[in-house]
Structures are given as C-alpha cells and as structure tokens.
C-alpha cells in the first residue's frame, strides 16, 4: 500500500472515532459498565497516547501530546486508578482532531524508512501505521460496546 493510501484510511478511521466521540452523549463518557475496564474517555486518550508514542519517537521527533496523558492513558491503566482529574473531553477530542496532520505531516515520505525504537516486530515506520489503524479500530469497537452496555443498563436509582 502507498502512502497516500495508508494516509487516507488513517484520516476516515479518524473521522470514524471523532463522530463517534462528538455523538456520545456527555453522561456515557465516563461510564465503565460491567465487565467492561475502561470508559469512552479512557478509549480516546488511549488511542491518543498510542499514536503519539507509537509514531513521532520511531521517526525520531518528540511526543506532541504531555506527559501527563501518557501517564493516564498507556495499555493496563483504568480510570478506576486514576489519581486525578483527567484532561476535558472536548481537549481530549481536539487533540485527536490535530494529531492526524501531526503524523502525516511528520511522517511523510518516512513510511519505508527503519523505526528509530524497537516495537515487538515492527521493523518500518509502515508497520506501526498497520499496528496504530488496527489499535485505533479495535478501542473504536470497544467504544460502541460500551455505549451499548450504558444504555440497555438498568437505571440506578
């Protein structure tokens, strides 16, 4: 696949998220229903997180995003341990809106070049695209799981 292809379907999974995100309703979004670890905030900064730390130091670039989110955010963590409050939705959801100029643009013409960090088996930068598009598919799915489980919930009262 060609860059511009794999740019494209990285900018319509985007898209694919940040609808989703922008349609939720605000009382869903820090819900974590049964059986379930994380809620629609922890998704999106998750993916956030992933794709800063998984692209800009494997092309050699710093991370865009603080270092507070990759804190509250990396694989493992839940809001339930959280020690703070997290950054706002709408930050969380404007941020994932710039970051995917951010990558193209630092990433352009890079996608065949070696990652400067190891990352499991990934050797190009390409393969950490494949990884991050399946990564940001699969929080995606999980997500609308999770505003299924909220709603068809039984009212607390």
């Given at each position: ?23 939720v309703s605000p009382d869903l979004i820090d819900i974590v229903p049964s059986g ?52 706002a939705y709408e930050e969380i959801v404007s941020r994932l809106r710039s970051q ?58």
């Amino acid at each position: 696949m060609n860059e511009s292809k794999f740019f494209r379907q990285f900018r319509e999974l985007r898209e694919q998220t940040l609808s989703l995100a922008e349609s939720v309703s605000p009382d869903l979004i820090d819900i974590v229903p049964s059986g379930f670890n994380n809620s629609i905030r922890w998704n999106l900064g998750h993916i956030l997180v992933a794709w800063d730390h998984g692209i800009f130091p494997k092309i050699n670039e710093s991370r865009r995003i603080p270092q507070k989110y990759h804190f509250m955010f990396p694989k493992g963590s839940r809001p339930s341990a959280w020690t703070e409050e997290p950054p706002a939705y709408e930050e969380i959801v404007s941020r994932l809106r710039s970051q995917v100029d951010e990558i193209i643009t630092a990433s352009d013409g890079k996608l065949n070049d070696l990652v400067a960090q190891p990352f499991l088996r990934v050797k190009y930068v390409r393969g950490m695209f494949t990884f991050h598009l399946r990564e940001e598919e699969h929080h995606l799915n999980c997500m609308r799981r999770i505003i299924a489980a909220a709603e068809s919930a039984p009212a607390v009262e």
